[in-house]
């Protein structure tokens, strides 16, 4: 069975500063892994996703996330967190054509 | 970029009455819709996987016979609440995915709030 954890269930961070966050995954076969954010109102969107090759992928909004085979990881990063990053954050791994979920974590931007 | 609507965004219903709620692809065809159950600051759950013109798969422990989906569509899949009771109050999102192998990608709408009371 698959699962994926994200340890943290809530990050504040201060403008300007970085960001990290953690997902590891547990899943037999090479997986396919994916990064949501989820704002109040909105649709989860996709900020960047993984299939193969470069094992650092770029996505939208200036985040980027690292696939890290040998601890089963893919934490997402951003260099510089603007107010309008505050949010929910999901991590996802793909199985076929469903995807299974992280608990979230919630970002916490201070000026 | 893909936009999923669903309607409505929020639904008050009484104990023992059904509620549909639509999810719908504004821009483009999706064969494969999914519904999620996300509980208050928990991840989201799969129920189900709506595909065009077939009976949707439910996920284990999940009831079909209470959550109703109909994908009578490429842009509409619907998904019906029979007998709502409290427990039942949750926030419902769609989703329909486009590609394949490393193009496929899940397009998520923005959710419709239940409350059973």
């Known amino acids: 069975a698959q699962s994926v954890t994200q340890p943290d269930i809530h990050i504040t961070v201060s403008e300007g500063a970085s960001l990290e966050l953690r997902c590891n995954y547990s899943?037999?076969?090479?997986?396919?892994l994916f990064w949501y954010v989820q704002s109040p109102g909105q649709g989860l969107q996709l900020l960047l996703k993984?299939?193969?090759?470069?094992?650092l992928v770029q996505g939208i909004k200036g985040f980027e996330a690292e696939f890290k085979r040998s601890q089963s990881s893919f934490n997402l990063r951003k260099p510089s967190v603007h107010w309008s990053d505050a949010a929910e954050y999901f991590c996802?791994?793909?199985?076929?054509?469903?995807?299974?979920f992280g608990a979230g974590t919630t970002v916490t931007v201070r000026a | 970029g893909a936009v999923v609507s669903q309607h409505p965004s929020w639904v008050i219903c009484k104990s023992g009455t059904s509620v549909k709620i639509e999810c719908r692809s504004l821009?483009?065809?999706?064969?494969?819709m999914f519904w999620y159950r996300q509980f208050p600051k928990q991840s989201l759950m799969l129920m189900a996987t709506?595909?065009?013109?077939?009976?949707?798969?439910?996920e284990q422990g999940v009831e079909k016979d209470k959550f109703l989906i109909n994908h009578a569509s490429l842009t509409l899949s619907t998904l019906t609440v029979t007998s709502a009771h409290p427990e039942d109050s949750s926030f419902y999102i769609c989703?329909?995915?486009?590609?394949?192998?490393?193009?496929?990608?899940?397009?998520f709408g923005p959710g419709t709030r239940l409350t059973v009371t």
């Open positions: 821009d483009f065809q999706a064969t494969t």
């Open positions: 996802a791994v793909g199985r076929g054509n469903k995807l299974s």
């Open positions: 709506s595909n065009e013109g077939s009976k949707a798969t439910y």
């Open positions: 899943y037999g076969a090479t997986p396919y």
């Open positions: 989703s329909a995915s486009i590609g394949q192998g490393t193009t496929y990608e899940q397009y």
């Open positions: 993984y299939f193969s090759g470069d094992t």
